[in-house]
């Protein structure tokens, strides 16, 4: 199960710090996200908390990276899975004691399991709709920054 999506563009050429800043605003249009840029050597970054747009240095040229992770993904499937064990425990324990014919207690267990469970499911099911939407979006920020690196710097810098 996927819960991080990366997409990696080398350039042409270096961009321009306008040029940079310029593709950010597209980025942060993209994803409807303010964000942080920061700037140390030849390394530029825009991040917004896991996703993160990398203007790195490489030894062919310049490339940008995309990366994000879905970071709750992992825990709400856990914990989804904790509560289905949780209460699947409870109704074996139930069956073991000789309680399993109070009606209550058994429904109980068996509300809490099915929440457990269709939590983690309803998660890993919506994951790969957002992977894929992030991907395309990458791919998309990507050929711009791809294109915008093929035409000639700007005179200015």
Same mark, same amino acid.
């Given at each position: 199960?996927?819960?991080?999506?990366?997409?990696?563009?080398?350039l042409?050429?270096?961009?321009?710090?306008?040029?940079?800043?310029?593709?950010?605003?597209?980025?942060?249009?993209?994803?409807n996200?303010?964000?942080?840029m920061?700037?140390?050597?030849?390394?530029?970054?825009?991040?917004?908390?896991n %996703?993160?747009?990398?203007?790195?240095?490489?030894?062919?040229?310049?490339?940008?990276?995309?990366?994000?992770?879905?970071?709750?993904?992992?825990?709400t499937i856990?914990?989804? %899975?904790?509560?289905?064990?949780?209460?699947?425990a409870?109704?074996?324990?139930?069956?073991?004691?000789?309680?399993?014919?109070?009606i209550? %207690?058994?429904?109980?267990?068996?509300?809490?399991?099915?929440?457990g469970?269709g939590?983690?499911?309803?998660?890993?099911?919506?994951?790969?709709?957002?992977?894929?939407?992030?991907?395309?979006?990458?791919?998309e920020?990507?050929?711009?920054?791809?294109?915008?690196?093929?035409?000639?710097?700007?005179?200015s810098?």
């Open positions: 199960m996927t819960t991080g999506v990366g997409h990696t563009v080398h042409a050429r270096k961009l321009t710090d306008d040029e940079w800043e310029r593709f950010v605003a597209q980025v942060r249009e993209t994803f996200a303010r964000g942080t920061t700037s140390e050597g030849s390394f530029k970054q825009w991040t917004n908390g %996703l993160q747009v990398l203007l790195e240095p490489t030894d062919a040229g310049y490339r940008v990276r995309f990366r994000t992770v879905k970071g709750s993904a992992p825990w856990g914990s989804g %899975l904790v509560i289905g064990a949780v209460a699947l409870g109704e074996v324990t139930a069956v073991l004691t000789g309680v399993a014919h109070d209550g %207690l058994v429904t109980s267990f068996g509300v809490l399991g099915a929440i469970i939590m983690a499911a309803t998660t890993a099911l919506r994951l790969s709709g957002w992977a894929g939407t992030r991907h395309a979006q990458m791919e920020l990507g050929a711009r920054v791809s294109a915008m690196a093929l035409e000639p710097p700007p005179a810098e």
